[in-house]
């Protein structure tokens, strides 16, 4: 097996060293072939896409589908919300009749009817004031002395106080806000047509109430989906204007030290700029939509890019400083950095892979998005660029450009070696003791991230309140936009808390003509649980229940009907079902029978209320226990319900994965060292550094208070795929190095050869994909610190930790320390090598010197 790879290791180092522009060639073509899919690419936004085939959200589908008009797709509503000292006044009112009147002025805006606190007083001075100009004419007549008698007789009129802030005072009429609504009637060809570009049907109706109310006087804020949706997709253009600039301009700065040289410089870039095309030309090609965790995936792509990009870079140049030409060099190079590549690609790929065992579509396609980037970067960096360098220096000697150096990053004997090699000289003399010490620590970092907690809301994908003025004061198009909607969702819950409050809703799926059915409804909501609001020990809500018993109280013949059919003379009919609900449709509430009773009588909604200061875990529980009070199939729904499932399935997705993650990753490397080296054991160290730095992540979860959320739920399988590529250089090295000489030479070699690479690497992408901290999207910046931080511990954990991990290793793998394996027969683990009398080095140099006299220049023995 070790012969076979050698063999397609040494085919595609044939390619690129001696057919590189044919290598380059057809990587461009491929290139122009990807660049198609970007004009195919769509974009998703918002909460919806993750709640796709989940329980509770496909309840609540249907009953959007089933309980029409009121929660059709082709009707909607916008909100507009009023704020004055007394919104209540005369004036006041009147701005916000004068409003409404402007919006359904406009045919476009398809307004369908309005309601308003306004709108109730004016028809309480006078009952005829039924459209909004007799409306508006009757307060123009009025006295405020007219207007406070009128507020003072809908006291207690829920249509009226349902719309007023908190602080509403009957005494006095008088409130600081209240809420008008617009209703809209949506055609088919407006819906289909609005929701190609992934935006709200409502959103360009919404966009243009809101300029109409920039012109109109008085302080009203237009809210609504169409407005919710609009800076969905806002805040995600915003993000990668600011964040993409600012990762360059990092990310070139820290090239520019890399690789010291503008050609490299150029062919780096154009690489990584490669890969993202190819990656996003992939995404348009395949069809998947670009959603806000995708947001992440060009730095991801950057930072194995440039991980991959350097260490190509500063191994050629390492063996082009022992002399070597061009075309040896990169052979040597690419032998070595293929196979490593392959391994940190393999790896990495089954850690985003690990990803579709999510519940979570959103999840599920970043995984494989991320693995096919990865996948994409393996074959740029490991092919392209090779074959790129050696046309660039055959030809570069003619082209007048200055080469400022060729020196790799880290050489014995320097400053910057000295400094990478801390985690040897630990490893030289308390390995075992430092060890456990480490695994300790990681075990107790574990334990304490077991508290960390998971959240899914509206707000996870939504500009803040309030934008950095850093980022308010960048130029355009780089500036952010303005954004109202988590501010006035703050404002809604502060301001109408107690008069709108929370719900879930109760979907019943049976025959609700049965004699038992409205009973069973009934009967639920005795004794409800605590978060559920109750008077009497009976939960308050609204079903065909209650439709049935205030219709009786108004109309004596149906109240009669009711009677007859009451055998338990609860108020609530047991008998001929069918009859009362045929008579309930022609009456004058069919439209609110038509909210809580299918139009098959195969189906019904319960919608409880619930408290305003329960959480969402409490009230998912709660409305739980009382679906499984019904002999029905009952299903617990409404948001609250769907964001809380959404919520423990991002848990179990991040947990799942993180298994799966690992448990793919160690039957990987046990497989592919047992290939390549007939070292399957070396895994379990390749494993330590990767276990610490994930244990390391979790725990500064909790201590910096980050939750597991939407984008945060791929950190820890993530932490493993980016955290290998650190130590499989290393390990890679290592096995190289310690077939040549002794344990601690070829550690030494090691860190310091590969340490400068890895160094450059992880600053560069640890600030590359640190700046999504500037990003609008709070979430997206908590995504970028841990990113940027499981880098950073990965690094660390590589040339600090692994060190002492291979010392032990070799304690237990190899006859002594102080002798090369191949010269103790140790190719394989207690297998003989059948090259044991010779060394071959990376480049397949032999070389029969005894090691303790051979010299490194690089890495390579001469």
């Not at 007048?400 to 400053?415: M, N, R, V, W, Y």
């Amino acid at each position: 097996m070790n012969y076979d790879y050698q063999r397609i290791v040494d085919w595609v180092d044939d390619r690129i060293v001696e057919q590189s522009g044919r290598v380059i060639l057809a990587f461009l073509l491929v290139t122009a072939l990807f660049a198609v899919g970007l004009g195919s690419v769509s974009t998703e936004s918002g909460t919806q896409q993750f709640a796709e085939d989940i329980p509770a959200q496909n309840a609540l589908d249907q009953i959007n589908d089933e309980f029409l008009p009121v929660f059709g797709e082709n009707t909607g509503s916008t909100q507009l919300i009023q704020r004055s000292p007394n919104v209540l006044s005369r004036q006041s009112l009147l701005a916000m009749l004068r409003t409404q009147e402007r919006i359904e002025e406009k045919p476009t805006l398809r307004v369908s009817g309005t309601s308003s606190a306004a709108a109730v007083v004016a028809r309480t001075i006078d009952p005829q004031a039924t459209t909004l100009e007799r409306q508006i004419t009757t307060l123009e007549r009025a006295t405020q002395s007219d207007v406070r008698a009128a507020v003072r007789a809908n006291a207690d009129n829920p249509a009226f106080t349902g719309t007023l802030s908190n602080d509403f005072n009957a005494q006095s009429a008088s409130a600081s806000s209240t809420i008008g609504v617009v209703q809209h009637s949506l055609t088919t060809d407006v819906s289909s047509s609005a929701g190609q570009s992934g935006s709200s049907p409502l959103t360009p109706i919404q966009l243009t109430i809101q300029r109409i109310v920039d012109n109109s006087p008085g302080d009203i804020t237009v809210f609504g989906s169409g407005i919710i949706s609009d800076e969905f997709g806002t805040v995600i253009t915003d993000s990668l204007l600011i964040v993409t600039p600012a990762a360059v301009i990092l990310i070139v700065l820290f090239l520019v030290v890399a690789y010291r040289d503008l050609l490299d410089l150029l062919l780096g870039t154009f690489s990584l700029a490669m890969a993202v095309v190819w990656t996003f030309g992939f995404l348009g090609l395949a069809g998947i939509p670009f959603n806000q965790i995708m947001i992440s995936v060009p730095p991801l792509l950057l930072a194995v890019g440039i991980d991959f990009g350097i260490h190509a870079i500063n191994r050629y140049r390492e063996d082009r400083e022992t002399g070597l030409d061009i075309e040896d060099a990169m052979r040597v190079a690419t032998d070595q950095l293929l196979v490593a590549f392959f391994i940190v690609t393999g790896t990495t790929v089954i850690g985003f892979l690990s990803n579709l065992a999510s519940d979570l579509p959103p999840i599920r396609d970043f995984g494989v998005v991320a693995g096919v980037g990865i996948t994409f970067t393996f074959l740029i960096f490991g092919i392209f660029l090779p074959a790129a360098k050696v046309w660039m220096d055959r030809r570069k000697q003619d082209w007048p450009i200055p080469t400022f150096s060729q020196k790799p990053l880290g050489q014995e004997g320097s400053a910057l070696g000295e400094t990478l090699s801390i985690g040897v000289t630990i490893s030289n003399r308390i390995p075992v003791v430092f060890l456990v010490l480490t695994l300790l620590l990681s075990v107790g970092a574990a334990g304490y991230a077991t508290g960390v907690d998971t959240s899914f809301s509206q707000e996870d994908f939504l500009p803040p309140e309030e934008v950095s003025p850093l980022l308010k004061a960048l130029p355009e198009p780089f500036a952010p936009s303005d954004y109202s909607v988590v501010g006035t969702l703050n404002f809604l819950e502060d301001k109408f808390t107690s008069t709108q409050g929370g719900s879930v809703t109760i979907y019943l799926e049976g025959r609700m003509e049965n004699d038992a059915a409205l009973e069973q409804i009934h009967r639920a909501g005795e004794d409800p649980p605590g978060s559920f609001v109750s008077e009497d020990r009976r939960a308050e809500s609204t079903s065909i229940v209650t439709v049935i018993r205030d219709y009786a109280e108004e109309d004596p013949e149906f109240a009669a009907l009711v009677n007859r059919n009451d055998v338990n003379d609860n108020g609530v009919p047991d008998d001929n079902l069918d009859e009362i609900y045929d008579y309930l449709e022609t009456s004058p509430v069919s439209s609110e029978v038509d909210r809580y009773l299918a139009e098959d009588h195969r189906s019904a909604r319960v919608v409880y209320t619930t408290s305003a200061d329960a959480s969402d875990k409490e009230v998912t529980a709660d409305a739980r226990k009382i679906a499984d009070r019904f002999r029905f199939d009952a299903v617990a729904t409404g948001n609250t319900v769907v964001f809380q499932q959404v919520s423990d399935l991002i848990f179990s997705s991040a947990v799942t994965s993180l298994g799966l993650a690992l448990g793919g990753t160690v039957v990987f490397l046990v497989f592919i060292y047992w290939v390549l080296d007939g070292l399957p054991s070396i895994a379990l160290a390749n494993l330590v550094p990767i276990v610490v730095s994930v244990a390391g992540v979790a725990g500064t979860m909790r201590l910096i208070g980050i939750s597991f959320n939407a984008f945060t739920a791929t950190i820890l399988s993530l932490t493993i795929g980016l955290g290998i590529d650190y130590s499989v250089h290393v390990v890679h090295r290592f096995l190289d190095e310690r077939k040549k000489t002794d344990l601690q030479t070829a550690l030494r070699r090691t860190v310091v050869g590969t340490g400068g690479a890895l160094m450059g690497s992880m600053f560069t992408t640890a600030f590359g994909i640190g700046v999504l901290v500037l990003s609008v999207l709070s979430v997206l910046g908590q995504f970028g610190i841990l990113t940027a931080l499981s880098i950073v511990y990965s690094f660390l954990a590589s040339l600090v930790v692994l060190p002492s991990a291979l010392v032990v290793w070799d304690r237990f793998a190899n006859e002594s320390p102080d002798v090369p394996m191949v010269e103790q027969g140790a190719a394989g683990d207690g297998e003989s090598d059948p090259d044991s009398d010779a060394l071959a080095t990376d480049g397949g140099v032999v070389d029969a010197q005894p090691s303790s006299d051979a010299t490194t220049d690089g890495g390579e023995t001469r």
